[in-house]
């Protein structure tokens, strides 16, 4: 059981560029989202789905772009990259409902921008 | 808006002592989740211990425990029999049960444990 993938684990660049995060899990959860993380700020909501065709903003939308085409995928699509978005990012994912608490993380992507 | 605080960036203790890192966090809701997550060097999130706020006992795994202070808004992990493999970040984490949340969650700023053979 794979669980959350994110791809690629690593990735540099320049100010303008666009490029796509990927991500995919494979244990049929509803509930898909997307993190950044920054030092001393712990981990901030970019945005989440609670199903196919479903998505909403977080905290700090700004920049980026979601869909939700499948229940397996959901990519983080940077339009014009900017320095300010060089971080670390988390795709999780969990079950929807109450008692479905737990939420699985990917390995993160590690991004700079130059 | 629901806030979390980490108000100690960094925290040591000795192998096979016990320390405890602090965790405090603001809300007007009554019913919610509180979190314990682990991230070591390999920058996975590990879950290490949750707690209902409805639930007056204090959620315990193994060696991890909570003291859950509703009235106090206070969320603190415990760490007994430290282990050099705990050390890591520790970050507190909210979630509202609010439909329109999002059911996202809050996080604290982190702290980082480090563990002294």
């Known amino acids: 059981n794979a669980g959350v993938t994110q791809t690629p684990k690593f990735q540099v660049l320049k100010t303008g560029q666009s490029m796509t995060l990927q991500c995919a899990q494979d244990m049929n959860h509803e509930y898909m989202s997307w993190y950044r993380q920054d030092p001393g700020m712990g981990l901030r909501l970019i945005h989440y789905?609670?199903?196919?065709?479903?998505?909403d903003q977080g905290e700090v939308p700004n920049g980026y772009n979601v869909s939700r085409s499948t229940t397996e995928d959901f990519p983080l699509r940077l339009l014009s990259a900017a320095p300010s978005q060089t971080s670390v990012y988390f795709c999780a994912s969990r079950e929807t409902g109450r008692t479905n608490e737990k939420l699985f993380f990917g390995s993160g992507t590690q991004l700079s921008v130059l | 808006a629901q806030t979390v605080t980490q108000s100690q960036p960094e925290m040591s203790v000795q192998e096979a002592e016990t320390v405890t890192l602090s965790c405090t966090y603001d809300t007007s809701e009554s019913d919610y989740y509180l979190f314990w997550y682990k991230q070591p060097p390999s920058r996975q999130m590990i879950l290490v211990i949750r707690?209902?706020?409805?639930?007056?006992q204090n959620a315990t795994e193994n060696r991890f425990s909570v003291n859950f202070q509703k009235a106090a808004k206070s969320f603190s992990l415990k760490i007994s029999d430290s282990q050099l493999g705990d050390a890591a970040m520790y970050f507190c984490a909210y979630r509202s049960l609010i439909y329109n949340q999002g059911g996202k969650l809050i996080f604290g700023q982190g702290t980082e444990l480090s563990v002294k053979p």
């Open positions: 789905s609670v199903g196919a065709g479903i998505t």
């Open positions: 707690q209902e706020a409805y639930k007056q």
